[in-house]
């Protein structure tokens, strides 16, 4: 579920309430001036005199529109207060904007990395988090409409806000500025979840990527290794340790495969492995045609069993 | 009050024989919602729902893989195209298009043919009866 009209946190629950305070009181105001527009064109002349009165234009043409719009600024005011998350936030997580992909860091106070994943993002419920927001290529934007508004990722710049989940849930978020020939598909979902859960995960994750556990997966491992997978891609622990593309020391834990665009399970590894450049054309991971079918199910058995 | 009776009547006589011209009608969209109509006896899948078959196709993302007609986006180039599927004689080139051998393929096809590209699915027995009778009625 992606909209800004069904909140999940603090953040994106004041916009919602500014958003129906506005829909329904200009839907009350143009009411209004179509039900006088109606009646000073179409009731005869003498009867509709009152609306060109001097009190009618004063109290409606200026007055109401003054008090009116006040009212809305103040409630506006108040409102932003809130979206300021004053204190210590209970983490910071950097997101680097990648043409069409987000590559996430979780860091500590000092900016440096402890965490890397990508086109996901979990963070615990009910605190607020940091976002730290970079791009390494063109402009990007990161926005989950469910939990708050958009901030752009500018190359040479860092952006940061921070905000709250409420509720435990799955909320996908999306790129927002035009980035190039896949920025439609250039997608993540944030997951939000109890604190003990989350710790759970965050310390499963924090491990080296784990060990094959069948031959058919250990020869998946040695195939991702030979065809040179780890010039782009990190498995931590692997002699896999490139850094272009998505760390994959967890892949298998994901709920969806190449940035928000595919559900993630053994048939779309492979596929993504097989044609990601007819999936997501201009993408910079090529498409492996030399691989035979076994070899690339044993991939996908590997990959997937990274939990 | 006999106005209104005599109207009450009328309207009802009205309404029964509508509900009368509709019961075929209503037979017949029952028969399309389970929609194995226009597939040979020897290809209907018993108690499977081809309706349920897409949804579970599309859930899955078959799509990534192969075309499929009737599923959005699904226009894959790594297994063959499954147009006109129902009308195929060998799946995977390899065993008889029926309806417990693809039931099987699309949930486990390397049990079936050890060599294909095309990985065991997270689609329970049922969802992979569900998905043999969707593409059945591709023909």
Known sequence: MQSALAPGGPHAESVASLSWAMFIGAGLIFFLVMSLTAIASLTDADRARWLSGRAVIIGGGIIFPIVTLSALLVYGLLLSRNLVMAGTPALRIEVVGEQFWWRVHYVDSSGAPHLVTANEIRIPIGMPIEFILKSNDVIHSFWVPSLAGKLDMIPGRVNSYRFAAERPGVYRGQCAEYCGAQHALMAFYLIAMDKTEFDAWYARQSEPAPDPTTTFQARGKALFLENGCGACHTIRGTPAEGKIGPDLSHIGDRVSLAAGTFPNNAGTLAGWISSAQHLKPGNLMPSFGNLQGEELRAIAAYLGGLK | ?139
């Open chain 2, 1 to 139: 009050m006999v106005r209104s009776h005599t109207n009450g009547q009328a309207d009802g006589g009205i309404a029964r024989s509508w509900r009368h011209a509709a019961t075929p009608l209503i037979m017949l969209l029952g028969l399309a919602a389970c929609d194995q109509v226009g597939v040979p006896a020897q290809q209907r899948v018993i108690g499977a729902d081809p309706e349920a078959g897409r949804a579970a196709i599309a859930a899955v993302a078959c799509g990534i893989c192969h075309v499929i007609p009737g599923i959005r986006g699904a226009n894959g180039i790594v297994g063959p195209s499954l147009a006109g599927f129902g009308q195929r004689q060998l799946i995977g080139g390899v065993a008889p298009n029926q309806p417990s051998v693809l039931a099987q393929w699309v949930k486990d096809a390397p049990s079936i043919a050890p060599n294909t590209g095309m990985p065991e699915l997270p689609l329970t027995e049922a969802q992979a009866r569900d998905v043999a009778a969707y593409l059945f009625t591709l023909r």
